[in-house]
């Protein structure tokens, strides 16, 4: 029966979608910067995005680009400890890919740090220091190039609390884009950890970075992104129940996925989704976003609240959603669930901080939380 066919859709995080709506102009640019060479600015960028809007993604995609160029990428997430893995992980595992002969020719001449004692690198085996990150990457990039090729580094989740690690991998990047090295670096991070970052003076190559902020995408692409994942996996849909889907995705990212998702599995009986079926599916959908985005984010929000309401900003409303209508009704829906006594609306501050965008899609979903007549 067609509608036990698998969706086609991805509404989960991280996964790429059918079809990236939106993001081709920020492909493309950091594309064009793979090719320029060292020194283009694309080749150091951090993508910012509220929750949900297709960091992650887009880090895959600059991957994608980077592969089909016959880059060889590591994709690290900024956890703690990162720096090590980098180093006594993902560096040894792609040298040794690369040509194990030439790395240990090169290994064999090239001195350790200093702070290793300046030991040479062919020494036993069981007691060989560890080389650096530093001379790992030097290494791989030189190595690299003789083949014309380079080394993708992508970081997400990038976040202040990491700094001091960010800073000694600043350090890194910033000496081999100054020696002109066939090394790119992508980054991605929520927009409240990217003003914390970039307000840190020592971390000058994040402020010297390509930035972009993902905004929602326009509804001729959500449209797209919508449509053909359905006509590819074989079904068609009315136009009217395209354009509720279209209208319900407020064009943030993760609920395309999650719209689509949804009225594809109401739609079980049927070869092409009409519109009663996109409606459950809406409505499904926005039950759904509030689980998944939401719940997380108001108790992230109640514990930080609880701590230290006293500190709270004096904002008069959150700051990023579209309409003043909209805030005081995402202010109220907040403050009542979660028992906020706080009078500076610091908690829905927060709220809108944790997921926001510019426009702060997800407030839709948050406050139009009646269900539709033909549901
Ligand atoms: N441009 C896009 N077009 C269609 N779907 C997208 C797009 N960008 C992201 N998605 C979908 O949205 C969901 C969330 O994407 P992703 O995990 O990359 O978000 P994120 O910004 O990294 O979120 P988080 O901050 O939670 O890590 C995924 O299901 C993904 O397939
Ligand atoms: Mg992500």
Same mark, same amino acid.
């Given at each position: ?36 060479? +060292? ?8 993508? /910012? ?17 980077? !592969? ?16 090590? !893995? ?9 040298? /040794?890919?690369?040509?194990?002969? /030439? ?9 350790? +740090? ?5 030991? %040479?690198? /062919? ?105 053909? +994942? ?50 459950? %599916? ?36 959150? !700051? ?29 501050? !927060? ?25």
């Amino acid at each position: 029966m067609l509608g036990l066919a698998k969706s086609p859709f991805t509404p989960s995080f991280g996964t790429t979608p059918p079809v990236l709506a939106g993001r081709d102009e920020l492909i493309a640019q950091f594309a064009e910067g793979l090719d320029d060479g +060292p020194g283009a600015a694309a080749r150091a960028t951090l993508y /910012a995005g509220a929750r949900g809007t297709g960091k992650t993604v887009l880090l895959n995609a600059a991957e994608e680009q980077a !592969r089909s160029r016959g880059w060889l990428v590591i994709s690290e997430t900024a956890t703690p400890g990162f720096i090590e !893995r980098l180093a006594s992980d993902h560096l040894p595992r792609v040298l /040794a890919s690369v040509d194990p002969e /030439a790395v240990k020719r090169r290994l064999t001449s090239i001195q350790a +740090p200093l702070n290793l004692g300046g030991v %040479g690198w /062919a020494t036993d085996e069981q007691h060989r220091p560890r080389p650096s990150l530093r001379s790992q990457i030097e290494l791989l990039t030189d190595l690299l190039a003789e083949n014309e090729t380079g080394l993708l580094i992508t970081l997400d989740e990038i976040h202040h609390h990491q700094k001091s690690e960010l800073r000694e991998f600043g350090a890194i990047v910033q000496h081999a884009f100054r020696e002109a090295r066939e090394l790119a670096f992508v980054a991605a991070a929520l927009p409240a950890a990217v003003n914390d970052l970039l307000n840190d003076s020592v971390l000058t190559f994040l402020r010297r970075a390509d930035h972009h902020h993902l905004e929602r995408v326009e509804e001729d692409a959500v449209r797209e992104a919508l449509r053909k +994942p359905i006509l590819n996996a074989g079904r068609s849909l009315t136009p009217p129940a395209l354009e509720t889907m279209v209208a319900a995705t407020q064009g943030y990212p993760f609920l395309i996925q999650l719209v689509g998702d949804q009225v594809w599995r109401k739609a079980t009986n049927e070869g092409e989704i009409d519109l009663p079926s996109a409606h459950a %599916g809406v409505y499904a959908a926005r039950r759904r976003l509030g689980q998944l985005v939401h719940a997380p984010a108001l108790a992230e929000a109640q514990t930080s609240t609880s701590r230290s309401c006293w500190q709270c900003p004096p904002t008069t409303a959150p !700051r990023r959603c579209a309409t003043s209508k909209h805030a005081s009704e995402w202010t109220r829906t907040t403050r009542a669930s979660t028992g906020c006594v706080c009078s500076r609306w610091s908690l829905s501050h !927060r709220l809108a901080a944790a997921v926001s965008t510019s426009r702060c899609p997800t407030y839709a979903t948050t406050c139009a939380s009646t269900p539709p007549r033909s549901a």
